[in-house]
């Protein structure tokens, strides 16, 4: 196993508040940032904001305050996701700092000092009001596509990036790296959008001024998006290096949303490429949600607000909603009604049934005491087998980023643990003295079986399962648990006295 684990979100433009796209990205980064800490292995988790470009800049003049004021105004509420969300990033980077001027100009400087950015003229229709410039394609009947007025041709000088010297490069990066581009389908996407051939690219601006100027010619501003790329490396020491640095990259996954995976499976690689740093390990384009069947719109009036959804169900509902209702990487709705069914059916009867069951059990046959696992029979050693299996399984779909298919893993589980109760009747066992050590080995197995599936879960619903976790008379932080020796059969301590239930997912009328 790799010791080290750098997984990053995009960072996010701060021309509007966050909505669920946001949400979900960094709520699955953050999972499986969780889940590798469990495995052990050292983790940086990097989110933050893009502030520069045109789009924060007209954002700004229409709100009639500068770019910076509104920059400074809304990252308060892309940071505030992580506590409400209980994200655990450990930096969180803003494009507008000192220390990412210094990155993206170094980055720059490398690959002009190589001669692959080089000055020439960029061309394009100009609409003078949006102060933005449209390639014939975008254009909408002539006009510009935003505001429908008149465009002009207009030529400014611009700063350009050989990317078509990257082609080769490139397919050469992909082939050797066949998990660099995921899921699969994305792929193949790419790489045919490469090896059909590539354009070099406009990377700085003279008609914009919010943005870093080029090293040497401050009357461009560079691209905002080699810009926003860049945070990746200045997040973990670029361009001063360092142990951190050194640690963590090249990163491991970039987690993007589909629209955005051009720029990170083909600009960015060839950016480093350029400048002699490693490109990262691997970027996984996810899939985008509807809402109620439609559109996520403003116009629409259907934003998700992810402040709003917590507030209603609370962090873990929110959470477990959103990775377990699609498979990861590709699209879903999202709807109040489903949301709610999950949270009835998944986590408070499935789940909080599992634990408050066992441990009520527990409380009437044995004080709350554990009892110990005296004999095992066959149904327990099938019980045993089975919670092994789910954690290699859960492992494997961790590592391959299928976050749906560890959950599903996880509640097969949950499931089991019901029914072996239903079959193994404690009940009726109870009711027999001379079945007294046998009613203690089937509440052992299954509250064992329950502490398995909070360890589990944890990555996912981390507020409920320290909950459960402690209810369960386990010690310290869920979070912390390595699954190598806590996922071992037998760690639920024998002896221990438990609550006889716990608060963990309260049902919602529907
Ligand atoms: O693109 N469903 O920022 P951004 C799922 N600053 N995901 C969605 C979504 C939806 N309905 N709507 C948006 C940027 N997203 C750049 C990134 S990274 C170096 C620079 C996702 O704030 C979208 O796919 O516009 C993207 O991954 C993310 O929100 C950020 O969008």
Known sequence: MKETFYITTPIYYVNDVPHIGHAYTTIAADALAR??????????????????????????????????????????????LTPALHITNDDFIRTSEQRHYASVQDLFRKSLAKGDIYLGAYEGWYCTPCESYWTDLQLADGNCPECRRPVEKRKEPSYFFRLSSYQRPLLDYYERNPAFIRPESRRNEVVSFVAGGLNDLSLSRTSLTWGIPVPGDPAHVIYVWYDALTNYITGVGYPAGGERFDTFWPADVHIVGKDILRFHAVFWPAFLLSAGVAPPLGVFAHGWWTVEGQKMSKSLGNV?????????????????????????????????????????????????????????????????????????????????AKAEDVLRAVDGAMEELELHRALSAIWELVKAGNKYVDSTAPWTLAKDPARRERLGTVLYTVLETARICVLLSAPFVPVAAQNMWEALGCEGAVEKAVLSTAGRWGGLSEGATLARSAVVFPRIEE
């Open 304 to 384: 998700v607000d992810p402040y709003e959804m917590v507030a209603t169900y609370g962090p873990d509902a929110f959470r477990y909603f959103l990775l377990r209702e699609v498979p990861f990487g590709t699209d879903g709705d999202f709807s109040r009604k489903a949301l709610v069914h999950r949270i009835n059916s998944e986590l408070a009867n499935d789940f909080g049934n599992l634990l408050n069951r066992s441990l009520g059990m527990l409380g009437k046959y044995f004080s709350g005491t554990v009892p110990p696992q005296a004999r095992p029979g066959e149904e327990e050693r099938a019980m045993k």
């Open 35 to 80: 889940y590798h800490r469990m495995k052990g292995q050292k983790v940086f988790f990097l989110t933050g904001t893009d502030e520069h470009g045109e789009k924060v800049h007209k954002s700004a003049v229409q709100q009639g305050v500068s770019p910076k004021e509104l920059a400074d105004r809304v990252v308060t509420r892309f940071q505030g």
